[in-house]
């Protein structure tokens, strides 16, 4: 299966980004929660973030 969207109602994205941390960079730091207190907010209307949500979202998947 491919995914090719990802729909989410406004009240529940904030919950499904802090949960998959699509724009923490998990490499750049020592641990999980020291990647995720330095993500970027994450932002609906930024293309590159809509597909960073969605990528991470696929890693997870598989």
Same mark, same amino acid.
Do not use: Q, T
């Given at each position: ?13 904030? %919950? =499904?980004?802090?949960?998959? @941390?699509?724009? +923490?960079?998990? !490499? ?14 994450? %932002? =609906?209307?930024?293309?590159? @973030?809509?597909? +960073?949500?969605? !990528? ?7």
């Amino acid at each position: 299966m491919k995914i090719d969207h990802v729909w989410v109602l406004p009240g529940d994205l904030d %919950d =499904l980004v802090e949960r998959v @941390h699509p724009l +923490a960079n998990y !490499d750049a730091y020592e641990s999980e929660e020291e990647a995720e207190a330095n993500a970027p907010a994450f %932002d =609906l209307n930024n293309p590159e @973030h809509c597909i +960073a949500l969605k !990528d991470r979202l696929w890693d997870l998947s598989c």
